[in-house]
């Protein structure tokens, strides 16, 4: 009897034993290895999920989630290590030059992984050409696709297009002189020198070896994880009848009502009525007669694209002033009145900006159409993003 209980005992005990084995996720650290991340990270022990859930309303017509179609679509989820590793590698500023610069440093949660500066400084305090582009401004980058033409999906990066895409924008912001200025030689020897990085790239890419293509693309898993899905607008859309922004919704005040409307007739045409997918991706704004930078034009030094810029998406826009490439504009107020009054008949200015005879649109918005169109972009505000803990540097002290 004695044997039994003992033999029922053993059993169970093993069956306990494999049942917890089975459980533990091999994406989780084992106590070891998380001891040893611990020194200097905060992480959790349970691999955080940058699995993106995208309601009915941000998909593209005739496709329903979680069935996304991947060979038209691309694949939405991100991989938790590797976007786990590309937070650690985006906040590591001894991954720049001078080791005070990280990505982070330009690209701020808090500010919609954007910052409050004209210009940034990078390593050395060289500061950037550009006004530094917010990240969370999208569901998702690697979903701001164009259902309606393909060949106008948001794939292209920076203000004049010159990423290809997003692993290439990261490259270049290591290699820049007024980001990070680091090689890949350099960088490869920093991360040698902490250990937590071998086992934070064996769990990414099944073993520690390190190269500037599996940065690139652990950090654009991170990047790409960061998605702005919960603002006010949302929720009015999500429900919304049929997903239509053409009635008022019923969380907004009538203000932001009636900048819905004015907002939909005057500028969706370039940066969308859904925040959702690109329906134009770059676009002239008349800003300047002659403009000190030319954007795509002056990279590919060619004048029918002079002044020509990538249209941001505006979700989260709120938080990154000043605006537009070179941040001339300290509010959004400013940035009203240079479409209600300031367009000028810039050569390339675009035709949703002109009038029937070619001249630049005075859509001349009275004071209150201009605050009811600053309080509809508001709603665009999305402060789960900002403040996810996921998403967030950590690095100890
Ligand atoms: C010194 C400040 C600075 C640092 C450091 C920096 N960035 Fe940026 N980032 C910018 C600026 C400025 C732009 C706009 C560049 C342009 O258009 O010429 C930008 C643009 C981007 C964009 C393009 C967004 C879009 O909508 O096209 C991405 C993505 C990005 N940065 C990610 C990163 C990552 C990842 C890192 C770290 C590897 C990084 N940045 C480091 C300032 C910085
Ligand atoms: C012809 C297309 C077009 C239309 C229409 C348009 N915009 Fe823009 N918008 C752009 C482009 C292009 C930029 C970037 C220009 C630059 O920096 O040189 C921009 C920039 C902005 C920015 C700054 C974004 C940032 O991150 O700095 C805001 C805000 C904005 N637009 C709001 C509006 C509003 C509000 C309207 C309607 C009254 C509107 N836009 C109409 C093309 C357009």
Known sequence: MKNVTAFICLLFCLLVFFSCEKERNLD????????????EL?????????????????????????????????????NNNKATLGRVLFYDKTLSLDRNVSCGSCHHPERAFSDDKQFSEGVGEVITKRNTLALATTLSFKISY?????????????????????????????LSENEMNIEEEEIKQRISERPFYSILFKKAFGTDEVNSDRIAESISAFVDAISSVNSKFDKGLESAALFSVDKDFYNFTAEENEGKKL?????????????NFTVKATANNGLEMEYSDNGIGGRLNDPDFYGVFKIPFLRNIELTAPYMHDGRFETLEEVVDHYSEGIVNHSNLSDELKDENGNPLLLNFNQEEKSALVAYLKTLTDKEVTSDEKFLDPFKG
């Not at 989780?28 to 020194?39: K, P, T, V």
């Not at 009915?56 to 979680?66: D, M, R, V």
């Not at 939909?264 to 925040?275: G, L, P, R, V």
């Open 28 to 39: 989780d650290y084992s106590n070891e290895e998380y001891a040893l991340i611990s020194q």
């Open 42 to 78: 905060t992480l959790p022990q349970v691999v955080n999920s940058y699995q993106l859930e995208l309601k009915e309303h941000f998909l593209p017509p005739g496709k329903t989630y979680p069935k996304v179609n991947t060979v038209s679509f691309g694949d939405i989820y991100s």
């Open 146 to 174: 164009s259902p309606i033409d393909p060949s106008l999906s948001r794939s292209k990066f920076s203000w004049d297009d010159s990423a290809a895409d997003l692993p290439q924008q990261v490259k270049n912001a290591f």
């Open 263 to 275: 907002y939909n007739a005057n500028c969706a045409s370039c940066h969308t009525d859904k925040h």
